[in-house]
């Protein structure tokens, strides 16, 4: 199970922290995705990150202002959110990919997941 938190209501120019952790697993072999969901919108890819924390990977837009990170001895992947913007609003979900020890050049992709948490919500208000 994965468990997202860290959502809430923000200002334009707040920041935020996501975390996703897992119960029962150790998620030090896997690499794991932040996705989105913005109201009257398809889920989108966020950013992922590999099983070692050495490869991380952005969409455009958030490019710059969020980081994603992994602490693999708390079993938590974190996405660090500054300078929210309010299009920034969505449900925010962790996934982990569980092809172990492995980078895909298609983690943007919701297809390489195969666990996925229940979301948080993150409104930025403007």
């Known amino acids: 199970q994965l468990q997202a938190s860290g959502g809430g209501l923000v200002q334009t120019g707040g920041s935020l922290r996501l975390s996703c952790s897992a119960s029962?697993?150790?998620?030090?072999?896997?690499?794991m995705g932040w996705f989105r969901r913005a109201p009257g919108k398809e889920r989108e890819f966020v950013s992922a990150?590999?099983?070692?924390?050495?490869?991380?990977k952005y969409t455009d837009s958030v490019q710059g202002r969020f980081t994603i990170s992994r602490d693999n001895a708390k079993s938590t992947v974190y996405l660090q959110m500054n300078s929210l913007k309010p299009e920034d609003t969505a449900v925010y979900y962790c996934?982990?990919?569980?092809?172990?020890?492995?980078?895909?050049?298609?983690?943007?992709?919701?297809?390489?997941?195969?666990?996925w948490g229940q979301g948080t919500q993150v409104t930025v208000s403007s």
């Open positions: 996934a982990l990919d569980l092809d172990r020890y492995r980078w895909s050049d298609r983690s943007n992709f919701e297809d390489e997941y195969d666990f």
């Open positions: 029962g697993r150790t998620i030090s072999t896997y690499s």
């Open positions: 990150i590999s099983w070692t924390g050495r490869i991380t």
